[in-house]
């Protein structure tokens, strides 16, 4: 059972200010849209836009970097089986990432969203030079939350490549 379609689309506002030589503090706006069709059954089918502000602290340099983030999303979901609902959610979250070399760092994330099943927790290796990065890591789902049991899948590859344009 594979998905018919699956379309994800957002678009991100963000600040930062430089308090000091190793603290930055920051916050944003992001709007977007996920969309999920499934051939198989209306009961998977969704749609979820949402909006979300943001802020963010950072302590370190370039060579090792702790961050920590809180929101607020307002997201509504559309379904073809349970219809239309808000299910709006706060968001924490940590992460630190530290350099291996002049283009390599580790990274590691943990999140946790009031309406998320599961705390991800995503450990990656980064590549990166001045206009894009590239990673590649895993994501451990194994920790419920939200009242939800384990997920099936408890870690997960994770890929990602990010471009400055």
């Known amino acids: ?10 678009l991100v506002q963000r600040l930062a ?28 089918e969704s749609k979820i836009t949402f909006n979300a502000l ?3 602290a950072g302590w370190g340099n370039d060579d090792s970097r702790l961050n920590t983030y809180l929101g607020y999303a307002f997201k509504y979901h ?3 089986y349970e219809g239309s609902y808000n299910a709006d959610a706060t968001i924490f979250g940590v992460g630190y990432d530290r350099r291996l070399g002049y ?16 705390v991800p927790i995503t450990v990656t290796a980064r590549y990166f030079d001045a206009v894009q990065a590239f990673e590649f890591g895993l ?15 408890p870690v997960i590859p ?8």
């Open 1 to 10: 059972m594979m998905p018919r379609g699956a379309q994800h689309g957002r």
């Open 17 to 44: 200010f430089v308090i000091s030589p190793d603290i930055v503090v920051g916050g944003g706006y992001q709007l977007g849209q996920s969309y999920y069709d499934q051939d198989v059954s209306e009961k998977l």
């Open 54 to 56: 943001w802020a963010t």
């Open 78 to 80: 559309t379904t073809g």
């Open 103 to 118: 283009h390599w760092k580790i990274c590691g994330e943990v999140f946790f969203m009031r309406t998320m099943t599961f």
């Open 139 to 153: 994501t451990v789902t194994g920790i419920a939350a939200s009242g939800a049991e384990a997920s099936s899948w």
């Open 158 to 165: 994770m890929v990602s490549w990010v471009r400055r344009w």
